[in-house]
């Protein structure tokens, strides 16, 4: 195995138009524990996403899209400490939404167990009661929950849109590793915040 590889071409999309009416906005784990400098899990990378983030939420609340945010959320004692140190432990500071991004009542959150948003959670149901068809998933971290999230929605035959200046890793390999994922066997778009036409 060649000790370097060449970071293939990840097709990039302009301007993506959707309709606010079957189109979510996912905002995922952007907690105190992922996004904090004194956070357990800290994702470097995920402070600059934050007004990145809020504009894009903004951008959706004023078009009368549905905003998502998902909370990873553990209880002492869960399998995931024995790959990860302990992070968003349910009731902790760590585990609250980072306060720029403090969802409204309006909002949805969703509190989930693992990586990917579906598992054990109402998300699909909810979509599927609200008549969307396309997410655009931004957050942390890119090649874990924001992309089995995105892989479990395009297995749903949702749309799959990710901006790609509105989600973090911790390693660049693992990110455009996503992202080429996400383009290739999900078929997803990737583009930036302001290529996201939702008016
Ligand atoms: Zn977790």
């Keep these: ?21 079957k189109t979510a ?9 992922f996004v904090a400098d004194d ?5 470097p990378d995920a402070r600059a996403t934050v007004p990145v983030i809020a504009a894009l939420v903004a951008r959706f609340r004023a078009a009368g899209a549905r905003i998502v ?19 968003a432990v349910e009731g902790t500071a760590g585990w609250a939404i980072v306060e720029e991004l403090t969802p409204l009542p309006e909002d949805t ?12 959670t109402a998300l699909d149901h909810l979509l599927r009661q609200w008549g969307v068809s396309t997410l655009v998933i931004c957050g942390t971290v890119a090649n ?8 479990s929605a395009a297995l749903r035959w949702y749309g799959v849109v990710i901006p790609r200046d509105a989600v973090s890793a911790l390693d660049p ?27």
């Design 69 to 87: 945010f998902t909370q990873d959320t553990h209880r002492a004692g869960d399998p995931e400490f024995a790959i990860w140190p302990v992070h």
């Design 144 to 151: 874990i929950c924001v992309h089995y999230t995105a892989s």
């Design 1 to 21: 195995m060649a000790d370097t590889l060449d970071v293939p071409e990840i097709p990039h999309t302009e301007n993506v138009a959707l309709d606010p009416a």
């Design 39 to 43: 956070g357990s899990l800290q994702v």
């Design 173 to 199: 390999f693992d990110l455009a590793a996503s992202l080429r994922q996400t383009t290739s066997l999900l078929a997803g778009r990737v583009t930036t915040a302001g290529g996201i036409d939702v008016a």
């Design 109 to 120: 959150v969703i509190r989930k167990p693992r990586y990917d948003a579906f598992y054990g």
């Design 25 to 33: 906005l996912v905002v995922v784990d952007m907690q105190n524990d």
